[in-house]
């Protein structure tokens, strides 16, 4: 579904005719296995119970292909249950084939009416708080969408120090960052969320990094920074326990990681030269990085924009309820377009079960679900 795309509303909404016709046809028709009717697709005499089950198979699916599993499941609880049913191989059948037909009748016109209304819609329309739930819902949604379907997927996959290994631990982190962003859903949130997502940014950028292939050696690069970052971590802490007289006692673990520096400083000086002093495993900047593989827009509208809110040199923002809640819906935006981003590029680049299908509901919950929360509340405000 394009939930911005008109063509693909009118297609959607001529199925959605075609499905309304078939099963006003179907509900007319006595429900008897006995009585056979000819069938519309095939031309055949057909049980009419084996139209209707094929009918009712037709229209759960169609619904579950226009709309993300969530809203199917609390605003057309119906039909979630006769898909779960479906799937553990139930009858799916409540008490008549007549009662489901009806049940997706009248939720294919509730799709129909958010479809035809879709093309009205304008975001910039939304008052601040609006917004922010309106990039919010999807976002979360996806998190819970991938912590249930994909991560469990990916579990156990690594396979050494490869791009495969690396690829999935990027990943990994930011699900868990994204897990994290998710539950920054209050107004006094506002000023966490922008560190959050300049946190999202340097995985996502990490993660374009390693497939495309654009840093020398990288692979060995960075499964070696961890090493060299927790060596030079360990000696600056040292450092700084004989400048203000920690006892020496408690330095015992950091100078245990101390203890091989002359292998670190061989691999640093191997990997990246004999005067670097990497902060990062590509050694260059964010900034660069992200010049480095087309990326700079995305570099702009984070980083500059979130220093603005994480940095002490700038305190006037924000300055209202309003402020903040536009704040918050722009984090989420961004947020929302890296994670879905990210999700995609693992699927392609790793051996991802159902991948087609991740990234059919991930594309789905990212055009769909805001834009139907916006048509609910839209709907309510025309019946009060």
């Known amino acids: 579904m394009s939930a911005v795309g008109n063509s693909d509303s009118i297609a959607e909404i001529l199925e959605i005719e075609r499905l309304l016709r078939a099963g006003e046809r179907l509900k007319k028709l006595p429900e008897f296995g006995n009585v056979y009717q000819k069938s519309n697709s095939a031309g055949l005499e057909v049980p009419v119970?084996?139209?209707?089950?094929?009918?009712?198979?037709?229209?759960?699916?169609?619904?579950?292909?226009?709309?993300p599993d969530r809203i199917v499941e609390c605003d057309f609880t119906e039909i979630g249950e006769m898909h779960e049913a479906s799937g553990k191989g139930s009858k799916i059948v409540t008490t008549t084939r007549k009662t489901n037909i009806n049940a997706i009748i009248k939720a294919l016109k509730i799709c129909r009416s958010f479809l035809e209304w879709l093309p009205s819609f304008d975001e910039i329309g939304l008052g601040p708080e609006q917004k922010a739930g309106f990039y919010f819902g999807p976002l979360e949604t996806l998190v819970l969408y991938i912590d249930k379907e994909v991560v469990p997927s990916v579990v156990g996959l690594e396979d050494g120090r490869t791009r495969k290994t690396a690829l999935l631990h990027l990943y990994g982190r930011i699900c868990l960052l994204m897990r994290a962003v998710v539950r920054l859903n209050h107004l006094t949130c506002c000023q966490l969320l922008p560190a959050s997502l300049r946190g999202l940014l340097e995985l996502y950028i990490d993660s374009l990094l390693i497939k495309n292939s654009v840093i020398?050696?990288?692979?060995?690069?960075?499964?070696?920074?961890?090493?060299?970052?927790?060596?030079?971590?360990?000696?600056?802490?040292?450092?700084?326990?004989?400048?203000?007289?920690?006892?020496?006692?408690?330095?015992?673990?950091?100078?245990?990681?101390?203890?091989?520096?002359?292998?670190?400083?061989?691999?640093?000086?191997?990997?990246?030269?004999?005067?670097?002093?990497?902060?990062?495993?590509?050694?260059?900047?964010?900034?660069?990085?992200?010049?480095?593989?087309?990326?700079?827009?995305?570099?702009?509208n984070v980083y500059y924009y979130g220093n603005m809110y994480i940095h002490s040199g700038y305190v006037a923002f924000p300055k209202s309820e309003d402020d903040a809640h536009f704040l918050c819906a722009y984090v989420y935006c961004v947020a929302l377009e890296m994670f879905s981003k990210s999700t995609e590029l693992l699927c392609n680049e790793v051996d991802v079960e159902h991948k087609a299908e991740i990234l059919r509901k991930t594309t789905i919950i990212c055009l769909c679900y805001g834009y139907f929360q916006a048509w609910k509340a839209w709907v309510q405000t025309q019946e009060k």
């Open 216 to 300: 020398e050696n990288d692979i060995e690069k960075l499964f070696s920074f961890s090493e060299v970052y927790k060596f030079r971590s360990a000696r600056n802490l040292m450092r700084i326990d004989r400048e203000i007289d920690r006892p020496t006692h408690e330095s015992s673990v950091l100078q245990s990681v101390v203890e091989n520096s002359e292998e670190i400083t061989k691999r640093m000086r191997r990997l990246w030269g004999p005067r670097a002093r990497p902060v990062h495993w590509t050694c260059l900047s964010l900034e660069d990085r992200c010049r480095r593989i087309n990326e700079l827009e995305i570099y702009r």
């Open 49 to 67: 119970t084996s139209q209707m089950d094929s009918w009712i198979q037709e229209g759960i699916k169609f619904i579950y292909s226009l709309l």
